[in-house]
């Protein structure tokens, strides 16, 4: 009688696998083929937007979202070639979805930021932007994140909501940046003279703009100096290599300037010990 049963147990099983096993391959070719040609599809139409001079964010966020979407469709075919009931299947799926989308209400609202960041364009990739005091050039805008590039070449994941829930600081969006730096000159120099010459000298160094021109004013007083503001403008994507020619160029300039200083004021001791050995010598 077992040995009977056991019988009946391989015809079962052999049956069921001559039954199924067609749609099984068919199923598993379909699922190959399909993923092959979502690739295919996802490229095209990434490139489609490109030649519709769409935006970096829009053609990367589309592309991406598109390829998700034909992804699902394919297991739902996929699922109904081997027989699974895709009503009940979507059922399941729905409730699971609710389950995580519960579970992940942080990751639907970057998601959301996401769209939004896409839709109002605060910042676009290759913009430099500042966000909660990070620094750095948007090398990408994801569906729940952006990636942002800093000076020192590190790859800063910042979550969505948090960029749009925060002060966003873009650099890039006028077309050009300032750049503020102050120095320190003695009440004795000739300010309009200094002027004229420290801005015609920052106006040629490489990569500062000539409009807006430079801007060199008097920010404050000190006790034994003035605080000399010095505010070139410069192209965003060039604002530290610019920044340290302007710095260099000021302390050159600076160095000249002192140095006439201390041969002036080393020049009038010396009048002033000579007018003091002439009175005595009267």
Not at 169 to 175: F, P
């Amino acid at each position: 009688m077992g040995n009977l049963d056991v019988q009946k147990y391989f015809e079962g099983l052999i049956d069921a696998v001559i039954k199924y096993l067609p749609d099984f391959v068919m199923a598993l070719i379909v699922l190959l083929i399909g993923l092959w040609l979502i690739k295919r599809i996802s490229r095209i139409l990434k490139l489609s937007l490109e030649r519709a001079q769409l935006s970096k964010e829009i053609t990367s966020f589309l592309a991406t979202l598109a390829y998700i979407t034909l992804k699902i469709l394919l297991i739902f075919s996929v699922a109904g070639m081997i027989g699974i009931n895709t009503a009940s299947f979507v059922a399941v799926l729905a409730a699971a979805g609710l389950a995580v989308g519960l579970a992940l209400q942080g990751s639907l609202s970057n998601f959301a930021a996401g769209i939004i960041i896409l839709l109002f364009k605060p910042y676009k990739i290759g913009d430099l932007v500042e966000v909660k005091e990070r620094f750095g050039k948007v090398v990408d805008i994801q569906i729940f994140s952006t990636l942002l590039q800093t000076p020192g070449n590190k790859i800063l994941i910042l979550p969505n909501t948090e960029v749009i829930n925060g002060v966003i600081v873009n650099y890039s969006k006028l077309g050009c940046v300032r750049i503020d730096i102050k120095t320190n000159l003695p009440y004795n120099e000739n300010f309009p003279r200094f002027k004229e010459k420290l801005t015609k000298k920052i106006s040629g160094v490489e990569g500062v703009l000539h409009s807006p021109p430079v801007s060199v004013g008097i920010e404050s007083f000190e006790s034994n100096h003035v605080v000399v503001s010095v505010r070139p403008f410069v192209k965003p994507e060039q604002y530290w290599d610019v920044y340290f020619r302007v710095t260099e160029n000021i302390k050159t300039f600076f160095t000249k300037i002192m140095l006439r200083w201390h041969m002036q004021k080393g020049l009038s001791l010396v009048r002033l010990k000579l007018d003091k050995m002439n009175n005595n010598g009267c």
